[in-house]
Each structure stands twice: as structure tokens, then as C-alpha cells.
């Protein structure tokens, strides 16, 4: 089979990174008056997400510092859902590989694999809470505002989400997602305005990045302004979302998928593609055909998100946990999401599907993007027929000539 002549783009992106990151942390504290809400001693649940955020270990451990420096008791908590596969020791492994472990932080980690109730809501859904984090004095979020993978609203991903998901484990999780079906997913805010109400929720540190991945804002959220605070960073996050800049596409190759990029392995904002009971979507860039390459080694073989491509490999579905991904999917309600697609040995043979399934289009014709993942887009590989589109483009450059599509001896594609 002929294959598209291609070259690579460089795609200029929004950037606004913070060069001192214990210093937006601590700027975000003077905000804060927490002297008049703890006394000496208080023990503080830090909950901590399983999210491959920009600087995260750093801006964990700056927060706990400036916590134990106010003569307070920290420790952290995995607010992570049923990530890690919902055991203590895959919690403590998925913060390991986000480098956050006890020596780490000086901190101890208190993971445990119960909840307990703390409300209900629309009288037959029950407000779980983290055990540990219920028992202790105060709690603190840490967690990244961005744009959700499976619905629009106000308040998307961010603190609030963390506040009820996160901290309710997989039996939170199960329920607030089963629950959103029914009174779609306004339920978080619900849960958590009750658990603000109910708990000394201390604050949240809310993190926004700009399209490179960068740290661009840190602020910290009170139970006071906790909503208004967050539905600002969203609007600010979803201007700086990084995005594919062609449309439509025949074929999408993804390098890799994984946890640490996306709740769903890939972006559906990005790949503009989304199964799901509680809604599918197909928006820009219109894909029809997308082929996943590999599973990122730090999703811990999490693979939840295969099932929004048509085509991969042998090697990443050998690398998949099946465990850890069928819990991740049964629990947010979407199994469609762990479905592994047709599979072959090389990438060679995965592309060739995809240009026999897209219909009657010369290879010459074929518009193909290739992209590291859904959060690295400063770098694509493009097809020919998308060179109109990018000399009138002011944020996008050729880096290299028009060549033949490289394959090595396995025939697998050559590093991007």
C-alpha cells in the first residue's frame, strides 16, 4: 500500500508558566487567614489526585511544608476515585510514580480502602466520604481546573470534582457517576457544597496549565468562594486548552494514551470523540479513524480510553492491566471506554486498516495527523494535503521537508 508523504509542524501554543512554583504556592496561602480556623496540632488531609499534573510533587510538598510551618499535622490522602485500582497499594504505587511517597514529602500517606457517609442527596444518594480524610480535623484539595472529558458545564474537572469523586473513593465514584445518568452531573456540585458545609474544608489549591503543560496559576479556593473561584479558572483553562488546528482528519495517530494524560487515556476535547452512556459526542477536528500506538508507562497499565479507537497494537494491548482498567471503566459507568478495538503486530498494519476504512480516498488525498498525546500538541507529523492550511496559519511552522512515512524493521513508525 502507498502511505501519504508527511512532515512535521511545529504549532506555537498559549504559554504562561510560573518559573517559581514554591512562590505561587505560598502567594496563594497569603490569601488565606488559617490561624483563625485551626489550632496547633490539627491534623489536615491533603488529598492528592493521580493526574500527571505539571510540578505536582513540588506544589504538594510546598503546600505541606507551609501547612507544618503553621504548627498543623499534614498527611496526605489519595483522592483519586478508583484509579490505582482501588487498593491502598495501588495508590501509593500511582502517587510513587507522580514522585509523591512519604520520604518524598515528610509526610505520612494514610490510604485506606474505606468510605463512610456523610450526607445524602434527592433523598437515595448517599455523600461518601474517605474514612481517614472524614476523621481528621481539616481537609485540603489539591487538584488541577480543566476542561471534563465527558461533559460541559460550569464546574467541570477541578477541586469540586476531587471533593466528591476523588475523596469517595470507588464506592463515591460508582455512585455520583450512576446518580449523574439520572440528575446529570450537577450531583458533584450538590455533594460537594455538602461536604464544604459539613466538613472544615480548609482550602483548595486550584491549578491551572497553558497548553505546554506548564503551571500558569495557582489559587487557592474557601469554602466561601469555592464555586465562583473555580468556574473563573475553568474559563481561563478551556482559552489555553491545547488543540489539534486541522479539520476534518482521515486518520489521527496517537503515540500513546495513559491515565497521567487523560482521565480517559486521550482527550476527548482534543480527539473531539466521546462513547458514552451519558452522552457521545463527535465535534472538531472530526476524526474519522484514530490508531493508538502505545500505552504510557506511567498509567500503570491503565488503559481505560482504548475503546475510542478503531485500531492498535499488539504490544499495548500486552501492556494493558486488565484489573485496574476494567475497574476504572465499570466504575465511571462507561465499559465501552475498556473495549480493546482490532489489534495487529505492527503500526504498518494498523495504518493500512485505517486507509482501507476511510473510504474511497487516494493516499495522496489522506489527511493524516499524528501527535505525541493529547497534551503534547506543540510537535504533529501531517500528511500533504494539509499544506494549504498551514502557510496562512501564524502559529504554525514547518520544521521539515515533505518525505515518506518512515517505518523501522519491525515496521513500526520511527520516533516522532
Known amino acids: 500500500m502507498l502511505f501519504p508523504e508527511t512532515a512535521i509542524v511545529r504549532q506555537k501554543l498559549p504559554r504562561k508558566e510560573i518559573k517559581d512554583i514554591p512562590a505561587a504556592v505560598q502567594r496563594a496561602f497569603q490569601t488565606l487567614n488559617l490561624k483563625a480556623r485551626t489550632k496547633p496540632g490539627d491534623s489536615v488531609a491533603v488529598g492528592v489526585g493521580s493526574r500527571g499534573i505539571s510540578n505536582i510533587s513540588l506544589i504538594v510538598k510546598e503546600c505541606l511544608r507551609l501547612l507544618k510551618e503553621r504548627d498543623l499535622s499534614p498527611f496526605i490522602v489519595p483522592a483519586m476515585g478508583s484509579h490505582g485500582g482501588n487498593t491502598p497499594e495501588g495508590e501509593i504505587s500511582t502517587l510513587a510514580h507522580l514522585g509523591i511517597t512519604e520520604s518524598s514529602m515528610e509526610v505520612p500517606i494514610v490510604a485506606v480502602d474505606d468510605v463512610i457517609q456523610v450526607g445524602t442527596l434527592k433523598t437515595d444518594v448517599p455523600i461518601l466520604l474517605d474514612r481517614a480524610a472524614a476523621e481528621a480535623g481539616h481537609v485540603v484539595v489539591i487538584n488541577r481546573v480543566k476542561p471534563h472529558t465527558k461533559f460541559h458545564a460550569a464546574i467541570e474537572s477541578g477541586?469540586?470534582?476531587?471533593?466528591?469523586?476523588?475523596?469517595?473513593?470507588?464506592?463515591?465514584?460508582?455512585?455520583?457517576?450512576?446518580?449523574?445518568?439520572?440528575?446529570?452531573?450537577?450531583?458533584?456540585?450538590?455533594?460537594?457544597?455538602?461536604?464544604?458545609?459539613?466538613?472544615?474544608?480548609?482550602?483548595?489549591?486550584?491549578?491551572?496549565?497553558?497548553?505546554?503543560?506548564?503551571?500558569?496559576?495557582?489559587?487557592?479556593?474557601?469554602?466561601?468562594n469555592w464555586f465562583e473561584t473555580e468556574r473563573t479558572l475553568l474559563k481561563e483553562a478551556r482559552l489555553m486548552m491545547p488543540r489539534i488546528p486541522f479539520d476534518p482528519i482521515d486518520v489521527l495517530i496517537v503515540d500513546e494514551i495513559g491515565k497521567d494524560i487523560s482521565g480517559i487515556g486521550m482527550d476527548s476535547n482534543v480527539t473531539g470523540r466521546h462513547r458514552d452512556l451519558a452522552g457521545d459526542f463527535f465535534t472538531a477536528p472530526h476524526v474519522k479513524r484514530i490508531f493508538v500506538r502505545e500505552l504510557s508507562p506511567r498509567s500503570n497499565g491503565n488503559a481505560n480510553g482504548i475503546g475510542l479507537a478503531d485500531f492498535t497494537t499488539q504490544r499495548l494491548v500486552d501492556a494493558i492491566d486488565f484489573e485496574k482498567t476494567y475497574t476504572n471503566a465499570l466504575t465511571a459507568i462507561s465499559p465501552e471506554k475498556a473495549a480493546v478495538p482490532m489489534h495487529f503486530q505492527a503500526d504498518r498494519q494498523c495504518?493500512?486498516?485505517?486507509?482501507?476504512?476511510?473510504?474511497?480516498?487516494?493516499?495522496?488525498?489522506?489527511?493524516?495527523?499524528?501527535?505525541?498525546?493529547?497534551?503534547?500538541?506543540?510537535?504533529?507529523?501531517?500528511?500533504k494535503p494539509l499544506e494549504r492550511e498551514i502557510a496562512p496559519n501564524p502559529d504554525l511552522e514547518m520544521v521539515t521537508p515533505w518525505r515518506p512515512m518512515e517505518f523501522d524493521e519491525k515496521g513500526n513508525l520511527c520516533s516522532l
Open 159 to 224: 477541586p469540586t470534582k476531587m471533593l466528591a469523586v476523588g475523596f469517595g473513593k470507588r464506592q463515591g465514584a460508582a455512585v455520583y457517576h450512576r446518580a449523574a445518568i439520572r440528575y446529570s452531573f450537577d450531583i458533584l456540585q450538590d455533594a460537594a457544597r455538602h461536604i464544604l458545609s459539613a466538613r472544615s474544608v480548609l482550602f483548595g489549591l486550584a491549578i491551572v496549565e497553558d497548553a505546554c503543560k506548564n503551571v500558569a496559576r495557582i489559587s487557592a479556593m474557601t469554602p466561601e
Open 351 to 383: 495504518i493500512e486498516a485505517c486507509l482501507h476504512t476511510i473510504g474511497m480516498i487516494k493516499p495522496e488525498a489522506v489527511r493524516l495527523v499524528r501527535i505525541k498525546n493529547t497534551a503534547t500538541l506543540d510537535r504533529l507529523v501531517v500528511s
